[in-house]
C-alpha cells in the first residue's frame, strides 16, 4: 500500500480524534455503572448522553462536507466533551470515583481534547485553501459537488462569524 494511501480517512471511523473518543467513551460509560442507584437516571443518564453525543458529533461532522459544517459539528462534540470533565468533576466532589481513577479519566479526556482542537485546526486550513467545501477524500459525484457549491454560495452571502445574511443596503 502506497504511504499516501495509508493517511487517506474514508470514514469517520479512521479519525484517530473518533477512536480515542470512542475509547473515552467506553471509560464514562464505565462510570455511569458505577454509579449510586440513586444517581443511576441523573448523573449517570447526563454521562451516557454527553459521551455518545462527543462520538456522535464526530461522526456526524465528518459526514457533511461544507467545512463550516464539520466545523460546528467538532465543536458541538468538544462542548459534550467538556461537559464530560466536568461530570468527573462531580464524581470528585460526591467522591463516587477514587481520585487517581479522575485523574486519569481527565488526562485521557483532555488528550481527546487536544485531537479535536487539532482537527478543526485542519479543517480551517482546509477552508482556507479550498472555500466552497472541505472533504478528507474527493467526491465523483457531480451533484454533491453541485450542491456544495450552492451551499457555499449561500453562505458566502453571509457574515462567516454569525451565519447571519449581510445587510447590503447602504
Known sequence: MKREEEKRYRTFEDLEAYQIARAFRKSMYGIGRRLPDFEKFS??????????????????GHGRFHFLDQIKFMLQA????EELLDDLNVCEDEKYVALAEIESLKAAGWRVHKLINGYIRFLRTRKAAD???????PQADEELDDLALL??????RCN???LQPFNDSP
Open 43 to 60: 448523573l449517570a443518564g447526563q454521562i451516557r448522553r454527553a459521551a455518545v453525543s462527543l462520538t456522535n458529533n464526530i461522526a456526524e
Open 78 to 81: 468538544r462542548g459534550s466533551l
Open 131 to 137: 472555500p466552497s467545501r472541505i472533504q478528507e477524500q
Open 151 to 156: 451551499e457555499y454560495e449561500a453562505i458566502s
Open 160 to 162: 462567516p462569524s454569525t
